[in-house]
């Protein structure tokens, strides 16, 4: 088990009986960050976030005015849970003011919620402002009945697959360096590749929501970090009218964006300093930002491997990425 995690969605010393019996009927392959991870509902999870699904799924019950962010993990939540928060609340919260971004970090604005749930059954968002905003890592399939049938909104941001995996890569050496400083980087691209890696496959997880957002587009709007962070303006905007929050002519959006920026997020106090309850450092959620920045730590081969998989993976269905 992950000895020197200080997260609590690695330890596994909080699971039920009820979760432990569970695991012992999944498939369960050795992973990368986590020493054990298992197959539920199509997706290889750790113990302890597997907990967290299952009693979100018993328990949690959408409003129709919830927004649902949902993305892959690394694939722009930070920045996203900013977004929304502040546009959301942007009457409550003038930018102007005191905005609880400048002293909050956006993990504790807008809950995790399989996150929550690994921790107890119990728990309660009655506290968080209406409407309410709270964010998942769980396949379209896999989400509480309630949000599918409510009318609720869901948000999902993705990334392209290189960035992605960098970007996970090096969250997870930082999260628990001695339970991944043996593994080579060339296995995890493999296993990644395979569907095999905590939280995948990435491409089953990203078509699924493209394809809910084509049924559906009243339902799931599809945005991706890569148009995010070319036209974020454009991209604010399509997002503030989908969530019922759009913009009207005399308001500004450009100082929405400027506070939520990389560049503004990562510089305060409460970003760069201390950990989050998770056990996680918030300074962790902020490295670089960038599009392309896979070409750091990817050879040109690993990075075709990728490139192949993703090609393969997403043919015939419209979506592609370029970087
Ligand atoms: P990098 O590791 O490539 O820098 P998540 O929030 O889903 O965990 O994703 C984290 C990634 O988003 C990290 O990518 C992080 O630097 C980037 N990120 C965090 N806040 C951002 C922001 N405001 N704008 C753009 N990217 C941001």
Redesign the pocket.
Known sequence: MASSSVSVYLKDENLTQETRDLLSSLPSEKGWLVSQMYQFEGSWQAPALLQGIVNCQKHFEANDSDVILA?F???????LK?LLFALIHRHKFPVSGKHPLLVTNPHSLVPFLEGDYCVSPEVKFSELPSPRIMQTHVTHHSLPVSIKSSCCKIVYCCRNPK?KF??LW??GRKLAPEETAEYPIETAVEAFCEGKFIGGPFWDHVLEYWYESRKNPNKVLFVT?EEL?KQTEVEVKRIANFIGCGFTAEEEVSEIVKL???ES??KLEVNRQGKLPNGIESNS??????IG?WRDTLSESLAEVIDRTTEEKFRGSGLKFSC
Do not use: N
Not at 73 to 79: I, L, Q, V
């Open positions: 993305t993990p690394k694939s722009g939540t930070t920045w900013a960035d960098v970007s090096h969250f970090y962070k939520c920026s990389f997020l990562s959620y902020f490295r670089k930002g960038e920045g």
